[in-house]
């Protein structure tokens, strides 16, 4: 039903910055409950950040606060992650999601919530 695409990986060295985009389709539909997860070889998907259906309210992982921002532009349909001082460590394949606007916002840390799913985007950190 609803679609998400993820862009704006690539290679980058270590310190450097980076902006992931993620373009949601459904242009009637209500907007959702987003988040970014990533995923690393060997590792479990992991939870970075997330965002309300509005905007009003977000969430980041001790891992990345401070050097990472959510945001999103619902006039557009996108969501946005900002990664700034990057590190090796933030290696991974990074995907956007989406859960219903009716899901309550203090479970933006229930995965099994989210829905849909882009098809990822491969960020590799270099020295």
């Known amino acids: 039903q609803v679609q998400l695409i993820e862009s704006g990986g690539g290679l980058v060295q270590a310190g450097g910055s980076l902006r992931l985009s993620c373009q949601a389709s459904?242009?009637?539909?209500?907007?959702?409950?987003m988040a970014w997860f990533r995923q690393a070889p060997g590792k479990e998907r992991d939870l970075l950040a997330a965002?309300?259906?509005?905007?009003?309210?977000?969430y980041a992982s001790d891992s990345v606060k401070g050097r990472f921002t959510i945001s999103r532009d619902n006039a557009k349909n996108t969501l946005t992650l900002q990664m700034n001082d990057l590190k090796l460590e933030d290696t991974a394949i990074y995907y956007c999601?989406?859960?219903?606007?009716?899901?309550?916002?203090?479970?933006?840390?229930?995965?099994?919530?989210?829905?849909?799913w882009g098809q990822g985007t491969q960020v590799t950190v270099s020295s």
């Open positions: 965002i309300s259906a509005l905007g009003g309210r977000t």
């Open positions: 999601a989406a859960r219903p606007p009716t899901t309550r916002w203090v479970d933006y840390w229930d995965a099994k919530q989210y829905d849909t």
């Open positions: 459904g242009r009637t539909s209500s907007p959702s409950h």
